[in-house]
């Protein structure tokens, strides 16, 4: 079992910057590829980075590529997502979750998942 709670969510204006962090508990946090998503109100849940446990290789959506990074320190048993440029079409509540099997941007291929916080970005 494997608990992950989001945290650094809140209210930014267009052009600004947030780091969320997903905090794991369990002792095998570096044997996971982790990832995160969104859901905006009345869309469906998207994809939007991975990191893998092997490496540290990461992988993005197209609509974040070049102003998101996604980063982990083991140590701390964290996972980042950090924001800047921000749009208000990246209001959305983002998730980590921890990857299971299958493909990368489904999210029927993660097996555990946080609770989410909210990221509201005003234009």
């Known amino acids: 079992q494997v608990q992950l709670v989001e945290s650094g969510g809140g209210l930014v204006q267009a052009g600004g910057s947030l780091r969320l962090s997903c905090a794991a508990s369990?002792?095998?946090?570096?044997?996971?590829?982790m990832a995160w998503f969104r859901q905006a109100p009345g869309k469906e849940r998207e994809f939007v980075a991975v990191?893998?446990?092997?490496?540290?290789?990461?992988s993005y959506a197209d609509s974040v590529k070049g102003r998101f990074t996604i980063s982990r320190d083991n140590a701390k048993n964290t996972v980042y997502l950090q924001m800047v440029s921000l749009k208000p079409e990246d209001t959305a509540v983002y998730y980590c979750a921890t990857y299971y099997s299958g493909s990368y941007v489904y999210g029927s291929s993660y097996n555990y998942w946080g609770q989410g916080t909210q990221v509201t970005v005003s234009s």
């Open positions: 369990g002792r095998t946090f570096s044997s996971y590829t």
């Open positions: 990191i893998r446990w092997s490496g540290g290789s990461t």
